[in-house]
Structures are given as C-alpha cells and as structure tokens.
C-alpha cells in the first residue's frame, strides 16, 4: 500500500497539520502504514482533526491500547526481522529501513548474533522480534532482544504491544529523527 504523505521526513507540527488536512482515504493510507490494524485507524481518523502534535501522539497510544492478539500478528506481518532489510520497495519497507539505520549490521559477529538470536525469538514466541529500533544501535538492539527471550509469553506480549505503539507514534508523526 502506497502513500503520498510523507510522514517520516516531517516535523511532528506538520505531519499533524498534513494528516488533519489530507482526504479521509490518504490519512488512512498513511495511517495503516504506522500501524495496520484497522480498528486503530478507524479511531485514530475518528479524532480528527488533531489541535496539535501532543494531541496526536496522545490519540494514537490510546487507541492502540489494548490490541487484540489478531492485532499484534496482523501488525507484525508486516515487519522485516530487525538487522534485515526489506526486499520490496513501497512505503512500509521505507520506514522499516530508515528506522533501522542505526542497527549496523556490517560487524560479521553483530549480524551472526542478531540471526540466531532473532530465530530463538521465533521459536520461543512464533512471531517476528520487533522492537522500536529507531534510535537504539546494534548492540543495544541485541540487548534487548537477548533480555525479551526470559519473558514469558504475557509480558512479552505486553512488550511487542508497547513497541508497536512506540513505532506507530514515531512513523505517525513525523519524529524519527527524535528517537
């Protein structure tokens, strides 16, 4: 699904100023690339128009919270496993690569450790590892991916929850560069 709204190169006022002002089919467009879960769409749409970035950001973590477990898998479909980029090229792809850009993977040993890791997650918890790499580095990526594998299944699933919101919120309104 493709998207004219460039959100993730906007300041946070604009991103809201340009999500109060697009048609109703663009901001969804746009929305379901931060996080595609309909229902969230829908309620994130349904607030409009948005006084200001905080109000935004605000409107976005609550109508996320809680996601249902379709939810979170539909959502994670979505997502490349962390130290991987996309093979495609549209607008999900985009964002995953850009926020990912710290996550070096030119180190053989950092690239190594984040494979395995990342297929334990997998096994342990049959779901792709996300966690909002904007911001954080390799090793910090590693870090927390190494911590989330002692969770048990509902604290992690209340884990992958927070990040989703963390990664809609940061997509949605333009502050990737703030991560």
Not at 73 to 96: K, M
Not at 151 to 172: G, M, Q, S
């Amino acid at each position: 699904m493709e998207s004219s709204f460039r959100i993730a190169e906007s300041k946070p006022e604009i991103a809201t100023a340009n999500l109060n002002a697009t048609s109703e089919t663009e901001a969804a467009r746009t929305l379901s690339l931060c996080l595609d879960v309909p229902r969230w769409v829908e309620e994130v749409l349904s607030a409009r128009p948005f006084a200001d970035a905080q109000a935004l950001r605000l409107t976005i973590q609550h109508a996320a919270a809680p996601l249902t477990a379709e939810e979170v898998r539909r959502a994670l479909a979505v997502h490349p496993r962390i130290g991987e980029r996309p093979d495609t090229h549209n607008a999900s792809a985009e964002f995953a690569s850009a926020e990912q850009a710290g996550v070096d993977i030119t180190d053989a040993n950092i690239e190594q450790q984040l494979r395995a890791e990342n297929m334990d997650y997998e096994r342990r918890f049959g779901q792709v590892f996300l966690i909002r790499a904007a911001g954080r580095d390799a090793r910090a990526v590693l870090d927390a991916l190494h911590s989330r594998l002692g969770n048990d299944p509902a604290t992690e699933a209340a884990v992958v929850e927070h990040e989703l919101r963390e990664i809609a919120e940061i997509r949605a309104t333009g502050s990737l560069g703030d991560a």
